[in-house]
């Protein structure tokens, strides 16, 4: 079989935020059939979980191409790892942000953790490739976010199950501005405008401040990473 036919059923780690949905559109324009899956784990806040239901159903209606390859959504409980967070582990601690730029709910090496889930679930499902919005360029204080990582768990993955696991990342070497980009290349505007109105990134589950590039509450590291890279997405857009 030549390797691209064999190569050509996906699962996508499906958080609901704008890396993720970017990479869902990206997948269902390569690949004949894209599965999700979601992890709970005791998030801040359902609204995560939530935004991930009304993103598939939205990209869905307004993409009928892509529908047809959009295969089943998988949640899995992972709420052992919110025990891991320092916030659970120190009782009386509010949720913050540290000096490093991290909420302190962070749970180290927790996409370790997503990925090994995601490689058991390819497997039963028959899906060759993991897709994973995971990014080098803005986040150098996430370790498990490396392209190194990756690389070591594709292979560590490949080699315990006994078959050929790819692990996809295709927002490891751009920036959030090039990350609109390649939201407008693959779906225009009305890709565009569904990642702005219904995909979740602010850190404290904000849904009642409405941005130019979405909703949030303006001033944790993850609104001010959108907001940078919506700005310099519409500077470039317009000149
Ligand atoms: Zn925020």
């Known amino acids: 079989m030549p390797e691209s036919s064999k190569h050509s ?10 890396d993720s949905t970017t990479c869902l559109a990206q997948a269902l324009t390569r690949f004949d059939h ?9 998030q801040r806040h359902r609204v995560e979980l939530d935004a991930r239901r009304v993103v598939r159903r939205e990209l869905s209606e307004r993409f009928p191409a892509w ?4 295969g089943d959504d998988h ?41 090994t889930m995601a490689g058991a679930l390819a497997y039963r499902r028959g899906l060759s490739v993991i897709v994973a919005g995971v990014c080098e360029t803005d986040f ?8 190194d990582t990756m690389k070591a768990m594709q292979l560590a993955l490949s080699l315990g199950m006994d078959t050929r696991l790819l692990i996809d990342t295709p927002l490891m070497w751009i920036d959030k501005a090039d990350t609109w980009r390649l939201a407008q290349t693959l779906g225009g505007e009305a890709l565009v405008d569904l990642i702005v109105e219904h995909t979740h990134t602010c850190y404290r589950g904000d ?15 993850a609104c001010l990473l959108r ?12 000149n």
């Open 207 to 221: 849904r009642e401040h409405r941005h130019d590039w979405g909703w949030g509450c303006g001033k944790c590291p």
């Open 9 to 18: 059923r996906a699962l996508v780690l499906f958080s609901g935020g704008q």
């Open 140 to 147: 150098s204080g996430y370790p498990d976010c490396r392209d």
């Open 75 to 115: 949640t899995l409980d992972l709420s052992v790892l919110g025990a891991l967070s320092e916030t659970s582990l120190t009782r009386d601690m509010a949720y913050r942000m540290e000096a490093n730029g991290l909420p302190n709910t962070f749970v180290p090496g927790r996409n370790l953790v997503f990925l």
């Open 227 to 238: 907001e940078r890279g919506w700005a310099a997405f519409r500077k470039g857009a317009w």
């Open 67 to 70: 529908a047809a390859k959009l």
């Open 34 to 42: 894209v599965e999700t899956v979601g992890f709970d784990y005791g």
